[in-house]
């Protein structure tokens, strides 16, 4: 009986440091202080960003490749503006796509005009055509930003979207402090989420989430937040990963939500890596984001549509097809897809 009696607290006990392990380590991992004096901070690196000094000698030793163009697929916009009841990924370019998850149609971070750019006459121009123009896309129910950079945020798209929509206009969710941009726009329907928190439209839950990146829209560094996207019910899980560099973040998303279904994951404007490293992964660390997620299946984004680094704009492709063979993926784990490709998941 004596023995019985110190097993239970041997048990008891153990089970309540490994309980009071776990709460600490999540409060470590889901509650960390991210904004203090007015500024956004990262979870894993300090918030030191590039002086002047330093995108200056970017500039003047940067050895940019020519521009490219890539072929457009031929997608059936008439089947995706009826569409409500497959899964559908379209990728448009960039960091943009227009999902139809569970009779949702969702956007990511529209951009569908000619300059990630302030202004209309100057700045990075499209290198490759929108794979939808706006005059294509379904009726949109949820466009989801993941950042205000100019190459993520466009004005021009959201404007256009909102007057098209103007008695239905889409619920747009933004990183906290993005709010009042977005109403600046046109936009009527805007919700603020910050990491971590979720918001619901019909069955499906859509959660912020860390990931490694900065802000920035006329001077106002790191003054809004930066994030993820997962979008989750009983059958489907999915993330959009928006711009970041590799970070122990992803580890932290899969402990939450556990595996992927399905990953949008960057794999461009990496290099020069002195200056890209911390907040854009490249190759190798979007597979390693696509293996701390693990996921099922991967799509790249974040290539070939504006020439915004020093990288030659097809190798990220190129890489991933050499990388994934070495990593002995299956053959449609993680790919690239054509601009304006439409998949059935």
Not at 303 to 329: C, H, S, Y
């Amino acid at each position: 009986m004596r023995r019985r009696n110190f097993l239970k607290k041997i048990i008891v006990i153990s089970v309540g440091i490994i309980s009071i392990t776990n709460k600490l380590f999540s409060k470590e991992i889901f509650s960390k202080e991210i904004f203090k004096n007015g500024i956004f901070y990262n979870n894993y690196i300090d918030h030191k960003m590039a002086t002047f000094k330093e995108f200056w000698k970017w500039r003047k030793e940067s050895n940019k490749p020519e521009p490219m163009s890539f072929p457009l697929a031929k997608n059936n916009p008439k089947f995706l503006q009826e569409n409500r009841t497959k899964k559908t990924l379209t990728w448009i370019g960039h960091a943009s796509f227009l999902m139809q998850l569970e009779g949702v149609n969702i956007l990511t971070d529209p951009h569908l005009t000619k300059r990630a750019s302030p202004v209309v006459f100057a700045g990075p121009s499209r290198t490759t055509a929108p794979g939808l123009d706006i005059e294509d896309l379904p009726e949109i129910d949820v466009i989801v930003i993941s950042h205000n950079h100019y190459d993520h945020l466009d004005y021009q798209t959201i404007l256009k979207i909102t007057r098209k929509q103007i008695n239905s206009q889409p619920l747009i969710l933004v990183p906290l402090k993005l709010k009042k941009l977005l109403e600046s726009f046109g936009a009527r329907n805007v919700k603020e989420l910050g990491w971590w928190d979720t918001t619901t439209f019909n069955n499906l839950n859509i959660h912020a989430v860390p990931v490694q990146h900065w802000s920035n829209r006329s001077f106002n560094t790191n003054k809004t937040l930066w994030c993820g996207w997962v979008f989750e019910n009983a059958n489907f899980k999915s993330i959009f990963v928006g711009d970041t560099g590799y970070s122990k973040d992803f580890s932290a998303i899969q402990q939450k939500f556990g595996h992927m279904d399905l990953s949008l994951i960057p794999i461009g404007a990496y290099a020069p890596r002195w200056f890209m490293k911390d907040h854009h992964c490249n190759v190798e660390e979007a597979i390693q984001i696509h293996k701390d997620l693990k996921s099922k299946k991967s799509i790249a984004m974040h290539w070939g549509t504006f020439q915004l680094t020093d990288e030659p704009m097809d190798e990220p492709v190129k890489l991933l097809k050499k990388f994934t063979i070495e990593n002995n993926f299956l053959p449609d784990e993680f790919i690239a897809m054509k601009h304006g490709e439409s998949k059935i998941l």
